[in-house]
């Protein structure tokens, strides 16, 4: 039974753990003859590596990608992609507590109930540390669908939204936030700055925007376009809710406000609105794909909270609090930006072989 992959012809396989060696990806039917190198993969890397504002998490690991396999003479074999993240600044003494019982709002409990085990040192496997293989094999995703432009931003932190008149795409990069508005970016400043003093944690959505998607992508009735994006987005560490679109606000729009109106153009259909956010009966209708993600507040907080031990001999747990010491985000969403477009990317990759693969082009 394979649970750590992901995809049909673009699949890709994650491995390692938070504490462990290691941790990468092992990425599966990308298309032979694409030029890559490490220096290519970096820079997504690099947007999602810990460490680089007081509003992360200070663990410092410089997330530096190797290719193993899968590349001869610069350019992709058609055989599997090994890609490889030395872990270098664990701190397992952190977690001896947590061996003793299950941290409230963590996968815990869950991973001792269905394995009778578990790897306590930041969670092991549900540790969101294993997102950066993602990331990396996002960035042999993005070889295969070039015409496609993919963009993630934070829109809201802790209850407060960006204002979209504000929106400046320039912005994104200038700021620790991935945030397109200026004052906004400066309200989290504050915002969250006070939430780590604190020890606490804030919640966070996160924007996708994909363009260039033609026309066509996805397909009926179990290989729906925005079925994948959605399972690929809830298959991140930390997130409880996706939209397409206009999403739930949809269901509180009248039939005419929630059409996307179309009228002929010069090279195809053009279209007064997106609340499909690109994407009608699973298909992809050439417009920007939008995708919106929701991502808990970090459960690892400073403030007490009341759970059990792990059972004893005899199967008993007891009651006990327990507070999460080490290195945690205040706001896991804010990296949470450059892992979406991976997954936005993952799944558009493997749709465009998917497509051609059908219908040819």
């Known amino acids: 039974m394979s649970v750590n992959s992901f995809g049909r012809l673009f699949r890709f396989t994650t491995w390692g753990e938070s504490h462990g060696p ?13 030029p890559i190198s490490e220096s290519a993969l970096q820079p997504f890397l690099d947007a999602r590596r810990p460490g680089q504002s007081k509003f992360t998490t200070q663990r410092q690991e410089p997330d530096q990608v190797r ?3 899968g590349v001869f003479e610069g350019r992709t074999t058609g055989t599997s992609i090994s890609l490889m993240i030395e872990n270098v600044d664990q701190r397992s003494k952190d977690y001896s507590e947590v061996a003793k019982a299950y941290r409230p709002g963590h996968a815990d409990y869950a991973y001792d109930a269905k394995y009778g085990f578990r790897d306590y040192r930041g969670g092991g496997r549900s540790s969101a540390r294993e997102t950066a293989a993602r990331v990396a094999a996002g960035g042999v995703a993005r070889l295969v669908i070039p015409e496609v432009t993919i963009l993630a931003y934070v829109v809201e932190i802790g209850g407060d939204a960006i204002d979209r008149a504000n929106f400046d795409p320039a912005e994104i990069d200038r700021n620790p936030f991935f945030c397109p508005d200026p ?40 290989g729906k376009l925005d079925a994948d994006l959605a399972a690929g987005m809830m298959g991140i560490n930390a997130v409880k809710g996706v939209e397409i679109g206009d999403g739930f606000a949809a269901a509180r729009l009248s039939g005419e406000q929630n059409a996307d109106p179309m009228r002929p153009g010069p090279q195809g259909p053009t279209f007064d609105a997106n609340h499909a956010g690109g994407i009608a009966g699973g298909i992809s209708t050439g417009q920007p794909i939008v995708v919106r993600v929701a991502f808990k507040p970090t459960s690892s907080i400073l403030t007490p909270q009341p759970t059990i031990t792990r059972p004893d001999e005899n199967g008993r747990s007891h009651a006990t609090e327990l507070f999460t010491k080490g290195r945690h985000d205040p706001c896991v969403g804010i990296r949470g930006a450059p892992v979406v477009e991976a997954m936005m990317a993952l799944v558009l990759a493997d749709h465009k072989l ?3 693969g059908q219908c040819g082009g």
């Open 183 to 222: 004052l906004a970016a400066r309200r989290w400043a504050e915002q969250v700055d006070a939430v780590r003093k604190a020890g606490s944690s804030v919640g966070a959505v996160v924007e996708c925007i994909a363009t260039g998607v033609p026309a066509g992508w996805g397909a009926p009735l179990y």
């Open 354 to 356: 998917l497509q051609r």
């Open 67 to 69: 290719i193993l396999s």
């Open 22 to 34: 290691a941790l990468g990806a092992v990425v599966d039917g990308c298309p032979p003859g694409l």
